[in-house]
Structures are given as structure tokens and as C-alpha cells.
């Protein structure tokens, strides 16, 4: 479907939604004109306001809601001068691309590359054109691979997608807000009829009359019902304009593979769910390790580390590459599935460019280090620019680790101060343990419905992996609090917990005296000698099995 097609079509689509607004409108109008004829003055009333109501959130949607002219992406917009060899490669590639460049390009802090253009007059005009390049995704593209990248993306502008998205963005946006503003107000008369019962039901208590149940199931039915006829109109209007969308896809690959070879572009799209997959991983346990402790690696490693983790974990992402998701593709999807973008690609013939624009896209940024650096004020939110900076991540996985220790407070924590009247410490619990009483303890446990109604040895079964995990944490809190644990950060696997050596040279066995303690008969030597060892010195030894997943979850 050409340009001109396609605009007519999106033309149409959002008029349909302007005519279907003069269509309920002009059903409340009749509806209120048989009120006057028909109904008694006091019912016609109230009918009337409904009515009004109702014509509200339609009138709204119709004529009071405009779609921003700008997407509020945020960035760090960089100049010719800022990023000479990134603006060189842009405007190389627009002009084989056949279109103008964009006007600004911006850097974020994500796995992604866009183009928006701030057209006018609903996309019949051109407009300011921007184009949003991830960090992320340069730290994890080859120079050739970023190119085909953003071929593609500049490829939109050849087709007018950019332009007439704003027709598109146009009706998805009204039809949003008006469907948001009838759920909005359907929520809230439940809210209110709910009230009102509930009222109704304490009054009722208070005299000892019996009460009813709540029920809000007719309440605001009206308002919910002009929202599923605006709702099955999105249906339609997202299902024809998502098709153009998956359209424009393919020939925007189409564009990068014959300007920066076949090969790149099929596996600059490889490598998308990998990298994705692997920010998401960073994000989750690198580089948000410490801010529940209100810390901060240091000054440009937020993007930095995502380089070593690349590195360093390369053999999984490889594995990512191989398994492409192929899951079936909502008909609300704008995108293809990565998968079918690939075969499209590679069923292309050999164009024999394989061996162009080995090195790290990054190399394209005039300072990379300084770039990283920036970045983070920019995507950084102010609360968070005021955390503090630890030196070094191993650093940083140290004081996380002994901050959330700290912190640790488990259901047994919670069963041991109510059993004892104390505060539930190590000592306290120990003292339980030794009276014979841990089973009585665990008793007040939070427990399945069959655990509550097990006895004797199936019981304790039931019980013991809640309480050997609980005391296990219990011990590593209490020697994190004396300084007797050692992190050892790593970006190639989970981090590793360093226990103070015994007497005899070899790692304190925390999990056997955890186990002693939780037997069928209870016995807590090991583990006090354990702690005894640990208060009075030791150094630094072996390793336990690795807790978390990162650098520490």
C-alpha cells in the first residue's frame, strides 16, 4: 500500500473515531428527546444529568484532548561538534538512504533506536526530525551492525511512516483518553455505591440487624459500557494501523540490508533480545545493586560495567543469539517477530559484505568514557544523583550485601519475638533451639493449610527448609555485623561469600551446623562454635555456593 493509500486510510480511521463520537452523541440526544415526550418531569430529570454525563467524556475525547507534539522521550542530545564521526555516519547514511537527516540526535540510557518526526498538519507538512540512539545498544553492536541499525530507522523516513504516525499517534491517543476517562468515572461510582453499602451495612451491625453483601456489579454500568463500544473501535483501528506498522518493518529492513550488507542486518537483529535480556540482567543486578542503600557505583561505570558484563558473559549471549523468541505476534503488535525479520533477511542472496565495520560501534563517540559519564545525569533522577558514589564495585557489592543483611527480616524473626516477648536475635533463637522448643516455634510459622495439620516427624519436614533458610540468614546478618564476611564480586557468575577460615585451616561449614541445629533432635554446639570462631578473628577462606544470580540479587 502506498504513501498516499495508507494516509487516506488513516485519515479515515480517525475519522471514524470523530464519527462515532457524533453517533452516541446523537443517540443521547434522541434518547433525552423521548424523555421529554415520554417521561414523567422528576425520572426525565435525572435521566437528563446521566445523559450529560455521559457526553462528557465524548465531547472531550472529540474536541478538548490533543496528542503532544513531541513524545517526551528524554536524552542526551549531542551536537556535530559534541559527536562528529556519529553525525558523519548519520547524515552518510541518510543521504544513501535517499532523506534528510535528522535534526537532533540524542543518546539514552536504553536497548533501543528510534526516529520521530514533529510533523504538522496531522503529517501533511514535514517537521523537526529526531533520532534516539541507545548507549546500551552501541556497547553491544559492531560498528557495521549499528550502521544497518540505523539504516533502518532512516529507512521510516522514506516512506512518510514518521509523518503519517502522527495521524495514527493522533487517534490511538484520543481513543486512550477517552477510554481511560469512562473506566475513570465507572471506577468511581463503584467506589461510591460501595461506600454507601458498606455504610448501609454498619448501621445495620451497630443495631444487630443482619447485614448484605456488598455488591457494585450494576454500578456505573453505563460509563462501562460506552467504554467497551470505544474499546471495540481500538480493536479495529489498532488491528489496520498495526499492519502497516509490521509492513514498514520489513521494508525498513529491506533498507538496511541493501545499504550496510545482508549480514549486518540480520545480526544486528540477532542481537537485539540478546542485549535486551542482558541490560535488563545489568540493570537488576549490577547497577541498581546498592540503592536501597542509597549507593551508586562510581561516576560513569552505570554504563560502563555493561561493557565487562558483554565481555565476560559472552558465551551466554551467544547462546541468546541462537534462540531467537517465536512466539506468535499479537495483531496489536507494531513489530514482526525477531525471528521472521531474520528469515526475511537471510533469504536475501549474498551480497559478500561480511567483513566490513568490525570494531565497537562506541568507537563512533568522540569520548566514550566522558560520554558514559554524562549520560548518567541525564538519566539519572535527581533523588538518585544525590546517593553516594562507592570507589569500586567490589565496593559497592560489599556495603549493598551488608546493608541488606542488616535489614533481613524474616517470618522468623517475626514468630521469635512473639514467642519470647524479645527481640528476636540469634542468641534468643539459639536459647529456644537448646529448651527444646524450636518446634513450638515453628508452629507460628506462616504454614500451608497441610503443614498446619501435620504432626510429629511430618511436620518437621514440612518446616525444616523454612527454618534451616531463616537461620541461615540469621548467621550471615550476625557476621556481617561483625565485619567476618568478604564479597567477592565477579561479572561472570553469581557472587561468591567469603566465611572465615577454622582452626584447622578449611571454610567453617555453615550448612552443617544449620542442619545440626534443625535435626529431629536439635543440637546448637556447631553453630555456637561457629559464631564463637567468627567473633574472635579468622581470615578471609573458602567459598560458599554462590547466593544470587549477578553480583548479587
Same mark, same amino acid.
Given at each position: 500500500?502506498?504513501?498516499? *493509500?495508507?494516509?487516506?486510510?488513516?485519515?479515515?480511521?480517525?475519522?471514524?473515531?470523530?464519527?462515532?463520537?457524533?453517533?452516541?452523541? #446523537?443517540?443521547?440526544?434522541?434518547?433525552?428527546?423521548?424523555?421529554? +415526550?415520554?417521561?414523567?418531569?422528576?425520572?426525565?430529570?435525572? *435521566?437528563?444529568?446521566?445523559?450529560?454525563?455521559?457526553?462528557?467524556?465524548?465531547?472531550?475525547?472529540?474536541?478538548?484532548?490533543?496528542?503532544?507534539?513531541?513524545?517526551?522521550?528524554?536524552?542526551?542530545?549531542?551536537?556535530?561538534?559534541?559527536?562528529?564521526? +556519529?553525525?558523519?555516519?548519520?547524515?552518510?547514511?541518510?543521504?544513501?538512504?535517499?532523506?534528510?537527516?535528522?535534526?537532533?540526535?540524542?543518546?539514552?540510557?536504553?536497548?533501543?533506536?528510534?526516529?520521530?518526526?514533529?510533523?504538522?498538519?496531522?503529517?501533511?507538512?514535514?517537521?523537526?526530525?529526531?533520532?534516539?540512539?541507545?548507549?546500551?545498544?552501541?556497547?553491544?553492536?559492531?560498528?557495521?551492525?549499528?550502521?544497518?541499525?540505523?539504516?533502518?530507522?532512516?529507512?521510516?523516513?522514506?516512506?512518510?511512516?514518521?509523518?503519517?504516525?502522527?495521524?495514527?499517534?493522533?487517534?490511538?491517543?484520543?481513543? %486512550?483518553?477517552?477510554?481511560?476517562? %469512562?473506566? @475513570?468515572?465507572?471506577? $468511581?461510582?463503584?467506589?461510591? @455505591?460501595? =461506600?454507601?453499602?458498606?455504610?448501609?451495612?454498619?448501621? #445495620?451491625?451497630?443495631?444487630?440487624?443482619?447485614?448484605?453483601?456488598?455488591?457494585?456489579?450494576?454500578?456505573?454500568?453505563?460509563?462501562?459500557?460506552?467504554?467497551?463500544?470505544?474499546?471495540?473501535?481500538?480493536?479495529?483501528?489498532?488491528? #489496520?494501523?498495526?499492519?502497516?506498522?509490521?509492513?514498514?518493518?520489513?521494508?525498513?529492513?529491506? =533498507?538496511?540490508?541493501?545499504?550496510?550488507?545482508?549480514?549486518?542486518?540480520?545480526?544486528?537483529?540477532?542481537?537485539?533480545?540478546?542485549?535486551?535480556?542482558?541490560?535488563?540482567?545489568?540493570?537488576?543486578?549490577?547497577?541498581?545493586?546498592?540503592?536501597? =542503600?542509597?549507593?551508586?557505583?562510581?561516576?560513569?561505570?552505570?554504563?560502563?560495567?555493561?561493557?565487562?558484563?558483554?565481555?565476560?558473559?559472552?558465551?551466554?549471549?551467544?547462546?541468546?543469539?541462537?534462540?531467537?523468541?517465536?512466539?506468535?505476534?499479537?495483531?496489536?503488535?507494531?513489530?514482526?517477530?525477531?525471528?521472521?525479520?531474520?528469515?526475511?533477511?537471510?533469504?536475501?542472496?549474498?551480497?559478500?559484505?561480511?567483513?566490513?565495520? $568490525?570494531?565497537?560501534?562506541?568507537? +563512533?563517540?568522540?569520548?566514550?568514557?566522558?560520554?558514559?559519564?554524562?549520560?548518567?545525569?541525564?538519566?539519572?533522577?535527581?533523588?538518585?544523583?544525590?546517593?553516594?558514589?562507592?570507589?569500586?564495585?567490589?565496593?559497592?557489592?560489599?556495603? =549493598?550485601?551488608?546493608?541488606?543483611?542488616?535489614?533481613? @527480616?524474616?517470618?522468623?524473626?517475626?514468630?521469635?519475638?512473639?514467642?519470647?516477648?524479645?527481640?528476636?536475635?540469634?542468641?534468643?533463637?539459639?536459647?529456644?533451639?537448646?529448651?527444646?522448643?524450636?518446634?513450638?516455634?515453628?508452629?507460628?510459622?506462616?504454614?500451608?493449610?497441610?503443614?498446619?495439620?501435620?504432626?510429629?516427624?511430618?511436620?518437621?519436614? %514440612?518446616?525444616?527448609?523454612?527454618?534451616? $533458610?531463616?537461620?541461615?540468614?540469621?548467621?550471615?546478618?550476625?557476621?556481617?555485623?561483625?565485619?567476618?564476611?568478604?564479597?567477592?564480586?565477579?561479572?561472570?557468575?553469581?557472587?561468591?561469600?567469603?566465611?572465615?577460615?577454622?582452626?584447622?585451616?578449611?571454610?567453617?561449614? *555453615?550448612?552443617?551446623?544449620?542442619?545440626?541445629?534443625?535435626?529431629?533432635?536439635?543440637?546448637?554446639?556447631?553453630?555456637?562454635?561457629?559464631?564463637?570462631?567468627?567473633?574472635?578473628?579468622?581470615?578471609?577462606?573458602?567459598?560458599?555456593?554462590?547466593?544470587?544470580?549477578?553480583?548479587?540479587?
Amino acid at each position: 500500500m502506498g504513501a498516499s *493509500l495508507r494516509a487516506l486510510r488513516a485519515l479515515v480511521l480517525l475519522a471514524g473515531f470523530f464519527l462515532l463520537g457524533v453517533l452516541l452523541l #446523537a443517540v443521547l440526544a434522541g434518547i433525552d428527546y423521548l424523555l421529554y +415526550l415520554h417521561a414523567p418531569s422528576a425520572l426525565a430529570t435525572k *435521566l437528563y444529568v446521566v445523559s450529560v454525563l455521559l457526553a462528557i467524556p465524548v465531547v472531550r475525547g472529540m474536541f478538548m484532548l490533543r496528542t503532544p507534539k513531541d513524545d517526551g522521550q528524554g536524552g542526551l542530545a549531542v551536537t556535530e561538534a559534541d559527536e562528529p564521526e +556519529l553525525w558523519r555516519t548519520v547524515r552518510e547514511l541518510a543521504d544513501q538512504v535517499g532523506t534528510r537527516p535528522p535534526t537532533r540526535i540524542l543518546l539514552t540510557g536504553d536497548v533501543n533506536a528510534a526516529v520521530t518526526e514533529n510533523a504538522r498538519l496531522l503529517g501533511l507538512l514535514p517537521g523537526p526530525r529526531h533520532l534516539y540512539l541507545g548507549v546500551p545498544l552501541m556497547q553491544g553492536l559492531s560498528e557495521a551492525q549499528l550502521r544497518a541499525v540505523l539504516a533502518h530507522e532512516l529507512g521510516h523516513y522514506v516512506n512518510h511512516d514518521t509523518r503519517l504516525g502522527a495521524i495514527t499517534a493522533r487517534g490511538r491517543t484520543q481513543l %486512550f483518553r477517552t477510554i481511560a476517562h %469512562f473506566e @475513570e468515572r465507572a471506577a $468511581k461510582t463503584a467506589g461510591r @455505591e460501595r =461506600a454507601r453499602q458498606e455504610k448501609r451495612n454498619a448501621k #445495620a451491625e451497630a443495631k444487630g440487624r443482619k447485614t448484605r453483601e456488598v455488591d457494585t456489579g450494576g454500578a456505573g454500568i453505563t460509563y462501562r459500557t460506552m467504554a467497551r463500544i470505544y474499546t471495540a473501535y481500538a480493536h479495529l483501528y489498532f488491528r #489496520a494501523t498495526m499492519n502497516d506498522s509490521r509492513r514498514q518493518e520489513y521494508a525498513a529492513d529491506a =533498507a538496511a540490508a541493501r545499504i550496510a550488507g545482508r549480514d549486518a542486518t540480520a545480526s544486528a537483529l540477532r542481537e537485539l533480545p540478546s542485549l535486551d535480556a542482558a541490560f535488563s540482567f545489568y540493570k537488576d543486578c549490577y547497577a541498581t545493586l546498592g540503592t536501597s =542503600a542509597r549507593l551508586l557505583p562510581p561516576r560513569g561505570e552505570i554504563f560502563g560495567g555493561f561493557d565487562r558484563l558483554l565481555t565476560a558473559r559472552e558465551l551466554e549471549l551467544a547462546g541468546l543469539r541462537a534462540e531467537l523468541p517465536t512466539e506468535p505476534v499479537s495483531p496489536y503488535d507494531s513489530h514482526p517477530a525477531i525471528a521472521d525479520r531474520v528469515r526475511a533477511i537471510e533469504a536475501l542472496p549474498e551480497d559478500g559484505r561480511v567483513d566490513e565495520g $568490525k570494531g565497537a560501534a562506541t568507537g +563512533l563517540l568522540a569520548d566514550p568514557a566522558r560520554t558514559l559519564a554524562v549520560l548518567e545525569d541525564v538519566v539519572l533522577s535527581e533523588q538518585a544523583r544525590a546517593f553516594r558514589r562507592t570507589g569500586s564495585w567490589e565496593e559497592l557489592l560489599d556495603a =549493598a550485601m551488608s546493608a541488606r543483611l542488616a535489614s533481613v @527480616e524474616s517470618p522468623l524473626h517475626r514468630a521469635l519475638g512473639a514467642y519470647t516477648g524479645e527481640p528476636p536475635t540469634l542468641p534468643a533463637l539459639l536459647k529456644v533451639i537448646d529448651d527444646g522448643q524450636l518446634w513450638q516455634l515453628a508452629q507460628r510459622l506462616p504454614l500451608s493449610e497441610e503443614a498446619a495439620s501435620a504432626t510429629g516427624r511430618v511436620f518437621r519436614e %514440612f518446616v525444616r527448609p523454612v527454618l534451616c $533458610k531463616a537461620i541461615n540468614g540469621m548467621v550471615m546478618a550476625e557476621l556481617s555485623a561483625r565485619a567476618q564476611l568478604r564479597w567477592e564480586f565477579s561479572w561472570s557468575r553469581s557472587a561468591i561469600v567469603h566465611l572465615p577460615l577454622g582452626p584447622d585451616g578449611t571454610e567453617l561449614d *555453615l550448612e552443617a551446623a544449620v542442619d545440626a541445629a534443625t535435626a529431629d533432635v536439635p543440637d546448637t554446639a556447631p553453630l555456637r562454635a561457629l559464631l564463637s570462631y567468627g567473633h574472635t578473628g579468622g581470615h578471609p577462606g573458602g567459598f560458599t555456593d554462590g547466593l544470587t544470580d549477578g553480583a548479587a540479587r
